[in-house]
């Protein structure tokens, strides 16, 4: 089986634009999850789609928003970027039928933002 | 709600020598538990998972976990540590809630 695939891997934007990361999980997996890691905050939980549904969501602000079409594939949209959104987001992807699910992550897209 | 403590920023051994990362949690619910680890640059990759059946988890690449209710623990230790060993590691505890909490994390650093 392909593995999760991110894209694009690099990205360099300005402060005040806007970015929309994708993902495509694992063949079959219907639950995407979405995460920012940064060196001071560590792995943060942004939100996860089930079946193109918002099933949970962290405390970030509206500015981060997602969505999941009906292939199962995620995209996270952040608008008027801040330079302290500079970090890794990683998309993870699972069964998601129940808590014990394992997750899968993708290699992340690294956002560096100027 | 839930919560992870990894006990150790780093942790530095020798090549051949035991790991041991240490993981404390806490949930309102039976949990489930994982480690996973990450490279330099590269995704997490999951390492082992406790769902309530034994206590002693065998994952990958020689890697293994106890769980401990007692003592709320779920420490991570491999007998020998290899040099490609040198990684981070993180703890994730799911309790009543599909959010996963995960650990700040332990860089495993591994001498020659």
């Known amino acids: 089986k392909a593995g999760v695939t991110q894209t694009p891997r690099y990205l360099i934007k300005t402060r005040g634009q806007q970015v929309t990361l994708s993902c495509s999980p694992i063949s079959g997996h219907r639950s995407v999850s979405w995460y920012q890691q940064t060196p001071g905050q560590g792995l943060q939980f942004l939100f996860e789609y089930f079946s193109e549904t918002q099933r949970n969501k962290g405390n970030f602000p509206g500015r981060f928003s997602g969505r999941q079409f009906s292939n199962s594939r995620s995209e996270m949209n952040v608008s008027t970027l801040e330079l302290g959104d500079s970090a890794l987001y990683l998309c993870?992807?699972?069964?998601?039928?129940?808590?014990?699910?394992?997750?899968?992550f993708g290699p992340g897209t690294r956002l560096t933002v100027t | 709600a839930q919560s992870v403590t990894q006990l150790d920023s780093h942790v530095s051994v020798s090549e051949g020598t035991p790991v041991l990362l240490r993981c404390n949690y806490s949930?309102?619910?039976?949990?489930?538990l994982f480690w996973y680890v990450q490279h330099p640059n590269k995704g997490l990759q999951l390492l082992l998972k406790?769902?309530?059946?034994?206590?002693l988890v065998k994952g990958i690449n020689g890697f293994e976990a106890e769980f401990k209710k007692s003592e709320t623990s779920f420490h991570l230790t491999k007998p020998s540590a290899h040099m490609s060993d040198a990684a981070e590691y993180f703890c994730v505890v799911t309790g009543g809630s599909y959010i996963p909490t995960f650990g700040r994390g332990t860089s495993l650093i591994v001498h020659p």
């Open positions: 406790y769902t309530s059946a034994a206590t």
């Open positions: 993870a992807s699972s069964s998601g039928t129940d808590r014990s699910y394992e997750q899968y």
């Open positions: 949930s309102s619910y039976s949990p489930s």
